[in-house]
């Protein structure tokens, strides 16, 4: 086959596009901004288990971004579901967090395996989603893939958000570091207020959702 026809068919880089991808997903995943909250989740577990939990989060938002990058809207379509009905259900989810770091979460007191359970739950469900990859993540990699055009424009965009997610990556795996300025005292205060903060941010998801859904027409 020719490698020029092969070269066409997969279009010209458009680096503007290179670019802006990058810099919206980094944005919008918004890794030093989740590192308070990644601190008040992790705060009572053993460093070797924190460094798990950052790694088990960080592949699940990033497979689960790509996997809705590719195919969200057609998953959306396919189930009847419309981005601010998901921007609601994670704001709802981000609300129930919040109010438990704010009064402090429940004591473990289960088993080892239960506690296994726990954190592969906690990595999933906030860390990965929605906290990194949340509803403005999915919008922001679903319009940009709408965007990209070209066949190597959507590959780059792909490429993009493994590189986004790496970056998160080395940023919270240097948590231990703010640890040990914080002390246990210092940290538990951070959890309280970005609890609170959380809580805000919850709150302006379901209202952002509501608001969308308005303006969709199907609440007014």
Do not use: C, H
């Amino acid at each position: 086959m020719d490698l020029n026809f092969i070269l066409e068919s997969f279009g010209p880089i458009d680096p503007i596009f290179t670019v802006k991808s990058f810099v919206a997903l980094f944005v919008i995943v918004d890794a030093f901004g989740v590192v308070p909250i990644f601190i008040s989740l992790l705060e009572d577990y053993r460093e070797v288990d924190k460094q798990a939990m950052i790694k088990m989060a960080v592949r699940v938002a990033t497979i689960a971004l790509i996997v809705l990058t590719l195919a969200g809207n057609f998953i959306f379509q396919l189930l009847g579901i419309d981005i601010y009905s998901f921007r609601i259900a994670g704001g709802i989810i981000l609300l129930i967090i919040s109010i438990e770091m704010l009064f402090g979460r429940k004591t473990r007191t289960g088993s080892s395996e239960e506690i296994e359970i726990e954190k592969e739950e906690i990595a999933i469900t906030p860390m990965a989603i929605p906290l990194l990859t949340g509803p403005g993540a999915i919008t922001t990699g679903i319009v940009l893939f709408d965007e990209a055009g070209t066949v190597l424009n959507k590959i780059i965009l792909i490429i993009n958000i493994l590189l986004v997610f790496w970056i998160s990556y080395v940023i919270f795996s240097k948590l231990n570091l703010v640890y040990k300025a914080l002390g246990r005292t210092g940290t538990k205060v951070v959890t309280r207020i970005m609890g609170l903060m959380l809580s805000a941010i919850s709150v302006q998801f379901i209202i952002s959702g509501i608001s969308e859904a308005v303006k969709s027409g199907i609440m007014g």
